[in-house]
């Protein structure tokens, strides 16, 4: 009764007081928006009701305002840590830096979905907005498609996981986060992730309502062309962070390790990468229409099983949401409907497209063809591979098996390495019938290169297996291959430098966007070969002052001093790292304590150089000997060229970047004059 | 004020579906089919790509016939869809808007909390500063209590051990009790009490030490409520499920007026009963009914499948029927005191003081060492505070 | 299941490292194979973790276990025998190789042949010969209507 | 043919999708792992009593030549859940007339006793499993598990897990019957 008193002074109170009503009335809204789109502009285009059509795009602006206003009042009540918010109790605390308040509101199950609702509208309104170059009709058709998938995930979170739900009285102080979550690189991790994943949905949506519309052409595989770099690039950049995030904080030194949600965030990115190179050829010779539409169709049904292995409990992860079998089920009718539907819409439409251009077994074409052929055939490996325990348990009844990274290792990486053989000679060939003699006297030179590069390192470095050097010789194989391919474009030593200069210039950006994402993957090839091959690994106890050496370091150890953070507490050591005598730097890597969350993670100091990391991580001892009192437990890894990695990554997206800004993929967009005169003719 | 941010919100839904009424004109021009655009320029690209040397020009050739072969179809496709655009059905469109309003004021009417407010953290001091001050005090209660060279007071021990409790520290609230229980002076509340910390300490566990409490409780006072209960509830552990029910139903049975216990009594038996195939109680049964008539069968059966909201209902009622019946016998003494505690009980605090003022008025002819005037006495100060 | 969860961490000591000094081999050799092995080994209450990375109770038990039969004289497949017969196939990273999982392990092969059989047939589908007919004269004229009404004209 | 290859994707869509719906089955625990023992005879160990306690200690010798099944429980003084198991273990020693035997796994002596004399001591026999070697042995994943040995030192059952809550419970009665431990149809 007194409490009820006190609520109505609330009420009437400072207006951010609602904010969680207001944010939950704000999805309410947003569904509503969808459920309308979802139906009026796709009836439209098959009435040619300008009107309807028209509705679209209005409503796939209020969608991305709404779903914005709910993301920043679940923010809002993260930032003030208003625990009358079940989602802000269950996934934060009061002490919590403010950074993580912030990046708490997408660290959980809900408010992860919001994000991905989010996303998800905002690559509509995106549409909605910039592809003025899109015929009205097929724009109505993709956005409604995409407002089905907007209102399976609005019903999804309002219906099994809302992050509005309240808790009144509030309790004292929340739960905190996973401190293992509390990471600036995890903080930016799921967004970019998300990006990626949820940007597949757009392209989804081109494709199923290009099978709804029964055309597929060269313009259609260039409108969905930048919205699959755009998404694509996103997903490269949030798994390359991710895999960053993994090296410096699980303290282990790895990058990768098959884990499920690993595996399932990946397999969408083998497929788009299938995808933006099997568009090429839509685009440029109307040909592999039914498999680009296939593979758009099955990257977007990847992210989605991604999202509902993440969030069912269907396997077991490091990873994983809160295991709820509802939402599980809620997600795979989800599932069932969406890929079911389109591939069932596929197989319907797909026998009834044109065949396109022709093309010989030598070609540009066939050279694209391998690529998406290989890239399928892995993805299908790691799909395998990924659900193969849940076969095996289906198939025995319960009994149990590991697919763990020696399988992945032995079985994914034979699948690609012809690929990136097969990259070194891809951009040499020409459309239609290449001039194959022409291509390998231009290519044996870089063989040659290849070769001897190996052999170089195989001289200097002391031993390693065979399918490293193989590996390694393809890596140099591809990254001369593709600079040569450049070179040779621009005709750089052909002629003055100035020439060369204005040719690479007129060159389609798209051009350099290829051959910087290709050097890129050399690149990163080179950091994942140097770091698993030749790293090298010191654990032992120390006692302060001990030396250690490593990888041509010298590092001693001076002890360790007990530090307070926001948060938690820790024990940081201090390293000091010389090479021949001379000082380098010092490194601190801590063993944080989190009292409320009641749990430890390691923080490890990395002294990073192109040539490799020194990475050093410590725990104290967990036996409590005579012998080892008073010591510490040093881990200290050599990682040679693991920063390739991030830098094959960057260059990747940044190619894909290059790719985007190309002018073409503008083209038939109005300039406002033109648009005027593109009146529709009358005939 | 909620409300009126909610119908803001829903006007901006319903404008962003309503748009496309406006404006009319505009539209035809972004119809236009850039197709041909994009033909056009694969065209251009060819004539470039020659003009750099990327292709030959027997390639550029090949090429151009190819685009070419695909603007024949495309302007045949376009010569072929003559089909008009309309512009017509504003109705679906209005009617669309209208419902996207809708929509959401149902959703939210169903699913929604427009009562709890928002409370930031920083808002919370004085919420904090009393848990600071509430653990403060148990702390110094501790400190006086241990450091007090007779072993400190069994009321202080007591209050502490309740303290624990509400806190939700049920060991140390048990460690609190265990001390009182050891005096000579430990009655049966303080052995239930014990007993019930020791349960929540194990998560609804009894142990065998909550067992020793539970006995020590019924040797002491067999009437025992809280001690009949978790004799019942370690009897059902054990596997005595009927034994359990039986013991529950003969205290019901023993009562004899409403007590706010009563319920979870009655909740308890029932959720047991279930297991053992036994029909429901229902609390109508044991509620205060001295003189009024009885519940009907029908009530009873009604009473069963009750919420919460409907059970309250459900004793207000029986309540209401033990203040008529006061009505026309004002000298009930133990009437007017049931009726002080049930309402007591349902938060009604007005009320209740009325009944126990009526109560007292009655009790200042009744012996001084009547005990209910010590029990009175404290409910009364309890309501007035 | 909460109470299982619960079980499950209370096995977790205090965050420690993975592999710790003091169960390691002074011979190099055999340290260097322990390692190796731990990697194939999967720790039976972690998720998706070997138990050279995992800092589990059982995860260290076991590659205590792993070197004592190592030194014993075990050779690796002994060792992970040893392992298996107790955990069973659950334990091993690496499926093992039976009719189970011949499914599994030859999941990439099968792929790789449907691909190549895929490719060929696509190939031999796309080097038909095309009819290359020159356009007529209508034709022609259509193209050049079409291309003149869909120039831009503002400049 | 092209008709026939486009529903390919659908139909594999489906056989996956079939699975999954077998995966979400609620009854199925993805981090409940098969013992390999179910069946074998029980493994070797043999195990001290804990020191201090008056109990002697359990071997494999101890699980042969019984007269019925018994139940061999895996505990520990810092394992939350084994308290909550406790008094259900002990009511099936007392009510039930169960053979009980006890691994202390990887437990201090003196917290052992101390948590044994505060809770009570169904135990007929406990092995002190410092080490922790003979739960690698037994295949353990966790503490508590819980396993039924059949009359020649057979492993007949293996539960995960405390046995609490009515499912468990039922579950493991059920196991119990099946061993002829208990009479069958006791538990409705």
């Known amino acids: 009764m007194v409490r009820t008193a006190q609520s109505g002074e609330f009420i009437e109170g400072v207006d951010d007081q609602m904010t969680p009503e207001v944010g939950h009335f704000a999805l309410a809204l947003a569904l509503a928006l969808a459920l309308v789109q979802s139906v009026l502009p796709i009836l439209g285009a098959k009435r040619r009701n300008i009107l309807w059509m028209q509705s679209a795009r209005w409503s796939a602006f209020g969608q991305v305002l709404f779903v914005t206003v709910a993301f920043l009042a679940l923010m809002q009540a993260f930032i003030t840590s208003d625990f009358t918010v079940k989602n802000v109790v269950e996934n934060s605390n009061s002490l919590k830096p403010m950074l993580y308040k912030v990046a708490g509101t997408w660290g959980s199950h809900e408010g992860s979905l919001l994000l991905w609702t989010l996303i998800l509208t905002v690559f509509g309104a995106a549409v909605a907005l910039f592809g003025s170059n899109i015929p009205q009709a097929l724009k109505a058709r993709t956005l409604s498609v995409q407002a089905w998938i907007s209102v399976g995930f609005l019903t999804f979170m309002l219906f099994t996981s809302n992050p509005f739900d309240r808790v009144f009285p509030p309790p004292s102080d929340g739960q905190d986060l996973n401190p293992l979550l509390q990471d600036v690189g995890l903080a930016m991790h799921p967004p970019l992730l998300y990006f990626g994943y949820v940007g597949f949905s757009i392209v989804f949506s081109f494709a199923v309502a290009a099978l709804i519309e029964g055309r597929v052409d060269a313009a259609w595989a260039r409108w969905v062309r930048p919205w699959t770099l755009a998404a694509w690039m996103s997903l490269t950049a949030g798994i390359a962070l991710g895999s960053w995030w993994a090296y410096y904080e699980l303290g282990w030194g790895g990058w990768w390790f098959w884990d499920p949600v690993e595996n399932v965030s990946f397999m969408p990115w083998l497929m788009g990468t299938a995808l933006l190179h099997s568009a090429i050829v839509t685009e440029k010779r109307d040909a592999f229409k039914s498999w680009t539409i296939l593979l758009a169709i099955l990257t977007f049904s990847l992210s989605l099983l991604g999202t509902f292995v993440v969030r069912s409990g269907l396997l077991t992860s490091v990873h994983a949401f809160a295991v709820d079998p509802e939402r599980g089920l809620y997600i795979l009718g989800l599932l069932a409907v969406s890929i079911g539907g389109s591939l069932a819409l596929f197989a319907w439409r797909a026998p009834m497209m044109e065949p396109g251009g022709l093309f010989k077994p030598i070609s540009r074409e066939a050279g694209l063809l391998v690529n998406n052929l290989i890239l399928t055939t892995a993805t299908g490996v790691v799909l395998f591979g990924t659900l193969y325990p849940l076969f095996y348990e289906a198939m025995t009844g319960g009994e149990k098996l590991s697919v763990g990274p020696p399988f992945f290792n032995a079985a994914f990486i034979p699948v690609m390495l012809p690929l990136v053989f097969a990259m070194g000679c891809g951009p040499f060939l020409s459309w239609k019938r290449a001039d194959l003699p022409g291509v390998l006297q231009r290519l044996r030179f870089v063989a040659l290169l290849a070769v001897l590069g190996t052999l170089a390192v195989w001289y200097l470095a002391e031993g390693g297996p065979v399918l490293g050097y193989l590996s390694l010789m393809l890596a140099f194989w591809l990254f001369m291959a593709t600079v040569r391919e450049w070179t040779m474009r621009i005709k750089l030593f052909e002629g003055p430098v100035s020439t060369s200069w204005r040719r690479a210039s007129n060159l389609p950006r798209s051009a350099h966007g290829m051959t910087l994402a290709h050097a890129g993957l050399a690149v990163a090839m080179f950091g994942f070969i140097g770091s698993t091959v030749w790293k090298s690994e010191e654990i032992m106890f120390v006692q302060p002052g001990a030396d250690i050496s490593i990888g041509g370091f010298d590092v001693r150890f001076n002890g360790v001093e007990r530090v307070r953070g926001p948060n938690y507490f820790a024990d940081r050591g201090e390293l000091t790292v010389s090479r021949d005598g001379k000082y380098l730097t010092d490194l601190f890597p801590e063993r944080r304590t989190y009292p409320v969350a009641q749990s430890t993670t390691t923080e490890s100091a990395i002294r990073s150089t192109l040539a490799g990391d020194l990475y050093a991580s410590i725990a104290n001892p967990a036996s409590e000997d005579a012998s080892t009192q008073g010591a510490w437990t040093l881990r200290i890894l050599y990682e040679p060229l693991v920063n390739f990695i991030w830098i094959g990554s960057a260059m990747l997206v940044l190619g894909g970047g290059l790719s985007l800004s190309d002018r073409r993929l503008r083209v038939g967009a109005p300039r406002r004059k033109a648009a005027v005169t593109a009146r529709v003719p009358a005939e | 004020m909620i409300w009126l941010v909610f119908a803001a919100l829903s006007t901006i839904g319903l404008l962003f579906v309503g748009l496309p009424l406006r404006r009319r004109s505009e539209m035809t021009s972004v119809m236009a089919d850039t197709t041909p655009a994009v033909l056009l320029d694969q065209l251009d690209e060819v004539k470039r790509d020659l003009e750099r040397g990327v292709i030959s020009g027997a390639e550029a050739t090949a090429a151009e016939q190819e685009i070419k072969r695909r603007i024949l179809m495309q302007s045949r496709k376009t010569a072929q869809a003559t089909k008009e655009l309309t512009s017509g059905g504003r109705f679906a469109i209005v009617l669309s808007a209208m419902f996207v309003p809708a929509f959401a004021f149902g959703y939210y009417a169903v699913m929604g909390s427009p009562e709890i407010p928002g409370i930031a953290f920083s808002e919370r001091t004085a919420e904090r500063q009393e848990t600071a001050k509430v653990a403060d005090l148990t702390n110094q209660l501790y400190d006086r209590l241990t450091t007090d060279p007779s072993g400190g007071p069994s009321e202080g021990w007591m209050l502490l051990g309740q303290t624990y409790s509400r806190m939700g520290r049920f060991a140390d609230a048990a460690e609190a009790f265990g001390i009182v229980a050891k005096r000579p002076e430990a009655t049966s509340a303080v052995f239930s009490m014990l007993a019930e910390a020791l349960i929540s300490a194990e998560q609804g566990v009894v142990t065998p030490a909550a067992v020793t409490a539970i006995e020590h409780a019924m040797e002491l006072d067999p009437s025992n409520p809280a001690a009949v209960f978790y004799k019942a509830v370690a009897l059902r552990q054990k596997g005595d499920i009927a034994q359990a029910h039986d013991l529950l139903v003969r205290r019901l049975n023993n009562a004899d007026s409403f007590y706010p216990w009563m319920e979870s009594f009655v909740a308890e038996a029932n959720r047991i009963g279930t297991e053992i195939g036994r029909a429901p109680i229902s609390l109508a049964n044991f509620a205060p009914m001295v003189n009024a008539p009885g519940p009907t069968q029908e009530d009873i059966e009604n009473a069963q499948d009750l919420t919460v909201e409907e059970r309250q209902a459900f004793i207000m009622s029986m309540v209401e029927r033990l203040a008529a019946r006061l009505q026309d016998e004002p000298d009930d003494l133990d009437g007017w005191m049931r009726l002080g505690n049930a309402y007591s009980v349902l938060g009604d605090r007005e009320q209740a003081i009325v009944a126990l003022e009526r109560a007292e008025i009655l009790l200042s002819e009744a012996p001084q060492n009547d005990p209910r005037r010590q029990t009175l006495k404290e409910a009364l100060a309890r309501m007035r505070q | 299941m909460r109470h299982v969860i619960i079980a499950l961490f209370l096995l977790l000591p205090v965050m420690a490292f993975a592999v710790e000094p003091d169960e390691m081999l002074q011979d190099l050799v055999l340290e260097e194979r322990a390692r190796v092995i731990s990697k194939e080994l999967r720790c039976v209450v972690c998720q998706n973790q070997d138990i050279d990375s995992s800092n589990a109770g059982v995860a260290r038990d076991l590659r205590i276990l792993v070197r004592e039969r190592l030194v014993a004289g075990d050779s690796d497949e002994e060792v992970i025998a040893f392992i298996h017969a107790r955990y069973g196939d659950y334990v091993l990273m690496r499926p093992p190789f039976n009719a189970s999982t011949l499914a599994l392990w030859l999941a990439p092969f099968v792929l790789a042949v449907v691909s190549l059989l895929a490719g060929w047939a696509i190939i031999l589908r796309s080097r038909r010969k095309g009819v290359v007919a020159d356009f007529s004269e209508v034709e022609e004229a259509e193209i050049a209507r079409f291309i003149d009404i869909n120039t831009p004209k503002d400049n | ?188």
């Not at chain 4, 198991?85 to 796994?105: A, W």
């Open chain 4, 1 to 188: 043919m092209g008709r026939i290859l486009a529903f390919i994707p659908l139909a594999i869509a489906a056989v996956f999708g079939g699975f999954f719906l077998w995966g979400l089955n609620p009854d199925r625990d993805p981090n409940n792992i098969p013992s390999v023992l179910i069946s074998q005879p029980a493994p070797q160990f043999d195990l001290a009593a804990i020191e201090g306690l008056e109990t002697p200690g359990l071997s494999r010798a101890d699980l042969v030549d019984n007269a019925g099944p018994v139940i061999v429980n895996v505990f520990a003084s810092w394992c939350v859940p084994c308290r909550a198991e406790h008094g259900i273990l002990t009511q099936m020693v007392e009510k039930d007339g169960l053979r009980l035997f006890g691994i202390n796994y990887k437990d201090k002596p003196e917290d052992a006793t101390k948590w044994l004399a505060e809770l009570g001591n169904p135990y007929e026999r406990i092995g002190s499993d410092l080490s922790g070697r003979a739960g690698i042995e037994w295949g353990l994943s966790g503490v508590p598990e819980t396993f039924i040995v059949g009359p020649d030192g057979t492993v007949l059952f293996r539960y995960v897990g405390p046995v609490v809550g009515d499912e468990a419970i039922a579950r493991f009665r059920e196991a119990l019957e099946q061993a002829g431990a208990l009479p069958r149809g006791q538990n409705g």
